[in-house]
């Protein structure tokens, strides 16, 4: 491979990443106005989903808002039938959120097209393809992870 072929390589896979980045924020959005709930009360929720159960604090953290923003997000909700808050039990005065099984299958219905849309295209690559895609995946999050804990330090 020529270097200009290589060069001409990155700056597509580069794009693409790029342009990818973009679409799903796109698609995020576009579910976020048609359930009715805003940006930030999706990727609580989405947080909520990979993790299981998070504090107010960790939600606050995770999505940027101020401690009053994110109990008037966690209000939203809740009353949307779709988390719950618990007491914590390492903690008295401290609570727990959790996503109701309801709001977790109501959401997953929201997103059935999508998943079934991405089944379908990882299923079309070979086990090689589909390492190769997956360390890419991996590696660019460790690389986001770090870019953000630099801007973190920075602040």
């Known amino acids: 491979m020529t270097q200009s072929t290589k060069t001409d390589l990155k700056k597509r896979a ?7 980045g973009v679409n799903l924020t796109r698609f995020r959005n576009a579910m976020s106005e048609r359930m009715g709930f805003n940006v930030t009360d999706m ?3 989405r947080l909520l989903f990979l993790k299981g159960i998070a504090t107010p604090s960790e939600l606050a953290r995770y999505t940027g808002l101020t ?15 779709m988390i719950e808050r618990r007491p914590n039990p390492d903690d008295r005065r401290g609570t727990l959120v959790a996503p109701l099984k309801s ?4 959401v997953a219905s929201w997103f ?3 998943r079934k849309a991405q089944d379908e295209l990882v ?12 360390d890419v995946f991996e590696r660019f ?15």
Request: one cysteine or more; charged letters at 35%.
């Open 141 to 155: 999050t460790k690389l986001w992870e770090q870019e953000r804990e630099k801007v973190r330090i920075d602040q």
């Open 103 to 106: 709001g977790a299958e109501k």
């Open 43 to 45: 990727e609580c929720l």
């Open 67 to 81: 401690s009053g923003a994110a109990t008037a997000m966690l209000d939203r909700l809740e009353k949307a039938g």
């Open 14 to 20: 580069l794009m693409a990443v790029a342009e990818y």
């Open 123 to 134: 299923s079309s690559y070979s086990e090689n393809e589909l390492e190769i895609i997956a």
């Open 112 to 114: 059935e097209s999508a």
